[in-house]
């Protein structure tokens, strides 16, 4: 366990005489327990074992992520993590090689770390800490041990998905798609950044649904910084959603039986707020791929959609990674456009 700048420093000199590609990470936050989500702890692996790095403990990270930033490291379904990455230190590591896109481009439907580590080596893995407060102090035994049984497999394990990979040709896919899921996370953050209460389901919304989620998610958020608790313990998305709608339809609107009395009346405070808005202060609604659809768009969608699926019968794959439903209708509408937005492995399938 790294608690301190001397280990630290002692840990970085072990890991940059590491080979690229020849070191594990995993990350582990209080997302479930607090308002907002902090990095609480750093598990990494290499060919000398697993070391744990509390970052709550130590003030100055830097030489942390000075080697982050330089290094390829291995971790698994690293969409949330980098997530963690860049809120924690604004950064990602120089190349993300993640072992569930590895998983899937071979062909594996059950690709969750588990699910692969009983696979390859039949170890069942705890699953007892995975919701567990890691912003406590101090950490008991079971947590520390949780934490290194999700990363000291995982080396050994790339080796055999990397292997894997090579003898079915497809090594290049899986590099391409980790460029391409680096890409898109870093994306995903500066959108998130820009209007956090844009949430999934909100596209639906005109300007005045809009304006109503935006503030109903505003009032939530302070709610749960108030209560140092996660957004969703206040209301769920769904609610916000389902208010949004009603108040968009000039429909009454009342607050969740459960609240106490303080925050049922903060609600109805939000929804008068929302109420005197002028409709130039409403958000605007964001512009969206819009496909042209011609009499010939759906049969070209389904001359589309039938090559993907024999493409991925062929190669035992998921059918989505060879293109998404987006993709195919952005396809059928203008090829070209299309096919540019895919990647080089995914357009060779497509068009071999």
């Given at each position: 366990?790294?608690?301190?700048?001397?280990?630290?420093?002692?840990?970085?000199?072990?890991a940059?005489r590491?080979?690229q590609?020849?070191?594990?990470l995993?990350?582990?936050?209080d997302?479930?327990h607090?308002?907002?989500?902090?990095?609480?702890?750093?598990?990494?692996?290499?060919?000398?074992?697993?070391?744990?790095?509390?970052?709550?403990?130590?003030?100055?990270?830097?030489?942390?992520?000075?080697?982050?930033?330089?290094?390829?490291?291995?971790?698994?379904?690293?969409?949330?993590d980098m997530?963690?990455?860049?809120?924690?230190?604004?950064?990602?590591?120089?190349?993300?090689?993640?072992?569930?896109?590895?998983?899937?481009?071979i062909?594996?439907?059950?690709?969750?770390?588990?699910?692969?580590?009983?696979?390859?080596?039949?170890i069942?893995?705890?699953?007892?800490?995975q919701?567990?407060?890691?912003?406590?102090?101090?950490?008991?035994?079971?947590?520390?041990?949780?934490?290194?049984?999700?990363?000291?497999?995982?080396?050994?394990?790339?080796?055999?998905?990397?292997?894997?990979l090579?003898?079915?040709?497809?090594y290049?896919w899986?590099?391409?798609?980790?460029?391409?899921?680096?890409?898109?996370?870093?994306?995903?953050f500066?959108?998130?950044?820009?209007?956090?209460?844009?949430?999934?389901?909100?596209?639906?919304?005109?300007?005045?649904?809009?304006?109503?989620?935006?503030?109903?998610?505003?009032?939530?958020?302070?709610?749960a910084?108030?209560?140092?608790?996660?957004?969703?313990?206040?209301?769920?998305?769904?609610?916000?959603?389902?208010?949004?709608?009603?108040?968009?339809?000039f429909?009454?609107?009342?607050?969740?039986?459960?609240f106490?009395?303080?925050?049922?009346?903060r609600?109805r405070?939000?929804?008068?707020?929302?109420?005197?808005?002028d409709?130039?202060d409403?958000?605007?609604?964001?512009?969206?791929?819009?496909?042209d659809?011609?009499?010939?768009f759906?049969?070209?969608?389904?001359?589309?959609?039938?090559?993907?699926?024999?493409?991925?019968?062929?190669?035992?794959?998921?059918?989505?990674?060879?293109?998404?439903?987006?993709?195919?209708?952005?396809?059928?509408?203008?090829?070209?456009h299309?096919?540019?937005?895919?990647m080089?492995?995914?357009?060779?399938?497509?068009?071999?």
């Amino acid at each position: 366990m790294i608690t301190d700048a001397q280990a630290l420093a002692e840990w970085k000199h072990r890991a940059t005489r590491q080979p690229q590609g020849r070191t594990v990470l995993d990350l582990e936050a209080d997302s479930l327990h607090r308002h907002r989500e902090k990095l609480c702890l750093i598990q990494y692996a290499d060919a000398e074992g697993v070391a744990i790095i509390d970052p709550l403990a130590i003030e100055d990270m830097r030489l942390f992520t000075d080697w982050l930033q330089q290094a390829d490291v291995w971790m698994h379904g690293a969409d949330y993590d980098m997530s963690l990455f860049q809120h924690a230190y604004g950064v990602l590591p120089h190349l993300i090689l993640d072992t569930q896109i590895a998983a899937r481009l071979i062909g594996f439907r059950q690709f969750g770390l588990a699910a692969l580590v009983e696979h390859y080596y039949g170890i069942v893995l705890s699953k007892k800490n995975q919701k567990a407060d890691w912003g406590k102090r101090p950490i008991p035994p079971a947590m520390t041990e949780y934490a290194q049984g999700d990363v000291k497999y995982m080396l050994e394990m790339a080796d055999k998905l990397t292997a894997e990979l090579r003898a079915k040709g497809r090594y290049d896919w899986f590099m391409e798609s980790c460029l391409n899921n680096m890409e898109r996370g870093r994306e995903r953050f500066t959108a998130g950044a820009q209007d956090p209460w844009r949430i999934k389901g909100c596209g639906k919304f005109n300007r005045r649904g809009l304006a109503a989620l935006r503030e109903l998610w505003t009032w939530r958020d302070s709610e749960a910084a108030s209560w140092d608790r996660p957004a969703f313990m206040v209301c769920s998305n769904e609610d916000l959603l389902r208010w949004a709608q009603a108040l968009q339809e000039f429909r009454p609107v009342s607050p969740l039986q459960r609240f106490h009395s303080q925050r049922s009346s903060r609600f109805r405070k939000a929804v008068e707020r929302f109420q005197t808005l002028d409709e130039e202060d409403y958000p605007e609604r964001l512009r969206r791929p819009h496909h042209d659809v011609d009499e010939g768009f759906e049969s070209r969608l389904e001359h589309w959609n039938t090559k993907r699926n024999a493409i991925a019968e062929d190669l035992d794959l998921e059918a989505a990674l060879i293109a998404s439903r987006a993709q195919l209708e952005s396809i059928a509408a203008d090829e070209a456009h299309g096919m540019s937005q895919l990647m080089l492995w995914q357009r060779e399938l497509l068009t071999r």
